[in-house]
């Protein structure tokens, strides 16, 4: 168990021990598989729009090369060190999730900082600095976590505070996201049930009360519609899952072949962002798109393995928040792009376009190495 007293002593230091090298080579192989599978869903977009085919590839490579820098370095250093900056960012995503307000809107949201002519999502980091936080937290005050007081109550006002400035960008599928890593993390951490069951029971009224607001009730029920019968729309708002799923369909079992899409011929909108898993269905068919996600199912056991033999509690809960992070958000992916759900917008982990995404799920594998490497 930690204690305050540790944390506020934690030295920066190389951990000692050996990395999860099974975890590593999973990661590795989804993101190697993850570029090359989103530079062909995206080339021809890339050249239509862009004029060079490598547009979207040479943005990529760049940003997992940084995080794979970024990874291999929080890899080897002791985890306790991020109990000083668990605060620290949390303040600077909730300054970033204030000014993506003032940044010019794209695609009808305001989800993106422009500095530089790059961009980048706050959303992204506020994944990120939950676990962090929450992690933090809750290893701090565990011998307190059967109390409403410390808890349930500072980790709602948190959950809060994040989702009501997401909710509004919009972007539901990131409040969805952040909300349910919130609640693993309260439940792992070992929340008294009365009280979390009250939690739970609060953060649905919350919602509720935010379905009342009518921009955001319209724009909820009119996608609820769609997803019901995406022909109802099918030149606007259910365009892209009903290409979607033309390019699962034409996949079969086997798939066309890699590159062989032809979906990603200017029909289906911007595949190599949220939808680039139907155009691995159309491409490598039900057998490819299957060993895409056992990977992801392999991987997940691999956090799962790693939570249960960490050295300590705070370790547990960044290897648990991980996993939740990588579990909740394979499943709404793939969810929307076979119509499972309305259509939320969230990216597919390692595979979908989006830089911020990419560093910060490495640097966020890169914590959980340094886990790793403390089981002896």
């Known amino acids: 168990m930690e204690s305050r007293t540790t944390a506020r002593r934690a030295s920066i230091k190389r951990a000692k021990g ?39 590839i040479t943005r990529q490579l760049v940003w997992a090369g940084l995080g794979l820098g970024a990874m291999a370095f929080l890899s080897t250093w002791d985890y306790h060190i991020w109990h000083r900056f668990a605060w620290l960012a949390f303040g600077v995503t909730v300054v970033m999730l204030v000014i993506v307000y003032f940044m010019p809107e794209r695609n009808g949201a305001h989800r993106w900082i422009f500095i530089a002519g790059q961009q980048f999502q706050p959303t992204e980091i506020a994944k990120f600095s939950v676990v962090l936080l929450f992690s933090h937290m809750i290893s701090l005050n565990h011998d307190k976590m059967k109390t409403f007081q410390y808890g349930i109550l500072p980790y709602g006002i948190i959950l809060v505070i994040y989702a009501g400035l997401i909710i509004f960008e919009p972007h539901l599928s990131a409040t969805i996201l952040i909300m349910g890593l919130g609640v693993v993390l309260i439940f792992v951490g070992g929340a008294s049930l009365k009280w979390f069951g009250l939690g739970m029971a609060g953060g649905v009224s919350l919602a509720a009360i935010a379905m009342m607001i009518p921009s955001i009730n319209e724009r909820a029920m009119y996608r609820i519609n769609v997803w019901k019968d995406p022909f109802i729309d099918p030149k606007v708002a259910g365009f892209q899952t009903i290409q979607s799923l033309y390019a699962i369909g034409s996949g079969g079992l086997m798939g066309a072949g890699i590159g062989n899409s032809r979906q990603k011929y200017l029909f289906l909108p911007e595949p190599q962002n949220d939808f680039v898993f139907a155009i691995i269905c159309e491409e490598l068919g039900l057998v490819g798109a299957s060993l ?3 990977l992801f199912l392999i991987l997940i056991w691999r956090f799962f393995v790693i939570a249960t033999q960490a050295k300590d509690l705070l370790g547990a809960l960044i290897a648990s928040g991980a996993m939740a992070h ?9 969810a929307v792009v076979t119509n499972t759900i309305p259509n939320t917008g969230i990216t597919l982990p390692f595979i979908s376009y989006g830089g911020t995404s990419v560093l910060f799920l490495l640097l966020e594998m890169g914590l959980v190495l340094s886990v790793s490497n403390l089981i002896k």
């Open 18 to 56: 050996n990395i999860d090298l099974t975890f590593l080579v999973l990661v590795l192989t989804l993101l190697v598989c993850g570029l090359v599978l989103m530079f062909s869903a995206s080339y021809a977009y890339a050249y239509y729009y862009e004029g060079n085919s490598f547009h979207y």
């Open 292 to 294: 895409i996600v056992l």
């Open 326 to 334: 990588m579990m909740i958000q394979v499943i709404l992916n793939i």
